[in-house]
């Protein structure tokens, strides 16, 4: 397993994970910078996800949805606010409506990730934080049947791994 | 992460471990469900579903309810929202990403040296 540590923080709301991939950071920068990359390793083989518009440079948008077993749709949004090619960027990720309205009564999660040269590979640092314990209830409450779909259906293969 | 909400984590994974108790969660958290209809979802005996809604109920992932004969089980929303559960869940997103990200690397040819 890539991955090489995990940290939960419950009080700032903040999930750190670090991973090293077997490929230089341009291999991994161009994973988030070419649509149809990104749409094969965003949404799980359940919820496959569908790259509508990809700007990756600051200020631009990355709009998707997901698509759940039953043929529902799931949009969201990436605005991206900064960018330092390829060793990483950040961005707002949010709900929105089917057609990439951003949905302004929920928060969004402010995520960093980034790339730097280790042993020969790249080491990735994904770090999401949320607003406030409240707001991400209201998130929750939004996604609560995908997300735990989503979440239980890994599961699967975390046990398998 | 602190002890207690390593415990929470640990009762999460721990009834979600099993393929029927997810299948159970999936369903009651799309809609109320008595006991009976679920039971009659699974080709296993009422006694054994009963038993898989016990340990969800116990991790707190749902609530049961008594409406007449009838056992009412429904998801519990804000177990599954709370803190330390969502951002198991989000872990788990997140290793699924990364899981394929490695797949997707894995699969370039390999360069010509």
Redesign the interface.
Known sequence: ???ID?????DA?T?T?V?D???PVE??WQ?YADPR?LE???G?PTYPATVVDHDLRPGGRVNYFMTGPEGDKHAGYWLVTAVDEPDGFAFEDGFADLDFTPNPDLPASRNVYTFTAHDGGTR?T?L?VYPS?EQ??QV??MG??E?????????????A? | MTEQSEDRADAFFHALADRTRRDIMRRVLAGQHSVSALAAKYDMSFAAVQKHVAVLEKAGLLTKLRSGREQLVSGDVAAVRSVASLLAELEQVWRGRIARIDDLIASDPEPED
Request: aromatic share 6%.
């Open positions: 397993m890539p991955v995990v940290k939960h923080d419950l709301l999930l994970i991973a991939f077997a490929a291999r991994v994973v990359q094969k390793v965003w799980p990735a994904y999401g314990a991400l209830q929750l409450d609560v049947v997300g735990a779909s989503l979440a239980i259906n890994q599961i699967d293969d975390l046990l791994s």
